[in-house]
């Protein structure tokens, strides 16, 4: 059995592909330490053990979010902190979550220490493009990298990505074969939360995550502006991220809309938050290159949680409702084709749950066919394999 370091860049409170991903390990056999970096100072324990995971939070002076510079100076502290503990204390295998922590394994293999893995959760130089994607020096950082990316695919021991082609639609695991072909497919999946779902009475967008995309509010706003003020549908949002404080803004200046925000969540509180809405909105600014080619975390949670999804179309993300009837799809940009769905849907869950909440399945039965139990076997399995001799 292998002794683990897991990096992650965020607080890990916890952050649940990192800790699902931690557990099945620890369920394997493995140690698993997971290194998180709390960069805003916000966690009152620093070590911990969650379900066998030990958890250990290293700070640097306070980094906000969305600070391009201020970022990086505090992700170079928090990795050279690391690379300092993991030399007190070798592992096996350094399990790098994305590509800022990246660094960190390569080092651990070229000093001949142990092995290095690189899961990718999303293409990361994507994210610099978010806020501008028409910026040139935004989309220059992006290339740099792209180029770094390349670099940690072709030299990790094992290169674990979040999404394969379906439909014809490429995942992550085709994005990555310029560089490298062999990748692993570990999917961000959910078992099922309960057998029974709970509804609200009235129709209910719901969107609970990271708040970092402010366009896709702002899209949001408009199409549901365009809808009659009586047919307008109750909006449920939790979350914290970069743009939160300018999402809460936004909103406040519709009070027309009847919008519900609240921040940051456990995700044990996620089922809770679920039962509130009637669907998800997981309809993200498609410019910046990245949703083609991926299936949102939140899609996961909301099937698992028994309510389905509006999502972009033309993406992988709609290859995969279409074949397993998980949602609905439109184009981000197509602010009147996202009201118009809005309102359809709006009055035919009126028409099916009676206002009474009597239908138990307003859009229909489905099955959670892809799920978490399947995705840990296949990491489990792919351990064994890197620590043969």
């Not at 009586?230 to 009847?258: C, D, H, T, V, W």
Request: glycine share 6%; net charge positive; aromatic share 10%.
């Amino acid at each position: 059995m292998a002794n683990v370091a897991m990096l992650v860049s965020n607080r890990h409170d916890p952050d649940p592909r990192v800790q699902k991903e931690a557990e099945a390990l620890v369920k394997a056999g493995h140690s698993v330490c997971i290194y998180a970096y709390d960069r805003l100072h916000e966690m009152p324990m620093q070590n911990e053990v969650v379900n066998g995971v030990k958890i250990e939070r290293i700070r640097t002076e306070i980094t906000p979010y969305g600070k391009i510079y201020k970022t990086g100076k505090g992700l170079r502290a928090f990795r050279s902190i690391v690379k300092n503990k993991l030399s007190e204390s070798p592992v096996d295998i350094v399990h790098c979550h994305d590509q800022d922590t990246c660094a960190v394994g390569l080092w651990w293999k070229k000093s001949g220490n142990g092995k290095f893995i690189f899961d990718a959760h999303d293409l990361y130089w994507t994210w610099l493009l978010l806020p501008n994607p028409n910026s040139i020096i935004r989309k220059f950082g992006a290339f740099l990298l792209k180029r770094r990316d390349k670099r940690y695919a072709q030299n990790a021991d094992l290169l674990i990505v979040a999404t394969g082609g379906n439909g014809g639609r490429k995942g992550y695991r085709e994005v990555y074969q310029a560089w490298r072909e062999d990748s692993l497919v570990i999917m961000n999946a959910e078992n099922k939360y309960s057998e029974s779902w709970t509804y609200p009475k009235d129709f209910t967008i719901g969107y609970f995550g990271n708040l970092r995309d402010y366009n896709m509010f702002k899209n949001l706003i408009k199409a549901i502006l365009l809808i009659d003020e009586n047919e307008r549908p109750k909006l449920r949002i939790a979350g914290a991220g970069a743009a939160s404080e300018e999402i809460k803004q936004l909103f406040g200046k519709y009070p027309e809309i009847n919008c519900l925000i609240s921040g940051r969540y456990d995700h044990s509180q996620l089922k809770g938050l679920m039962d509130e809405c009637s669907i998800q909105y997981c309809l993200y600014t498609s410019k910046r290159g990245n949703i083609e080619h991926t299936i949102p975390a939140k899609l996961f949670s909301s099937i698992a949680c028994g309510k389905k999804a509006i999502v972009n179309s033309n993406s992988l993300t709609s290859e995969i409702c279409k074949e397993n009837e998980w949602g609905w799809s439109v184009d981000d940009t197509d602010v009147k084709g996202i009201s118009k769905i809005i309102l359809e849907l709006k009055r035919k869950w009126e028409i099916l749950s009676d206002g009474e909440n009597n239908v138990l399945f307003p859009f229909g039965t489905f099955e959670n066919k892809i799920n978490w139990d399947s995705q840990a076997e296949k990491l489990v399995d792919a351990y064994v394999e890197l620590k043969r001799p």
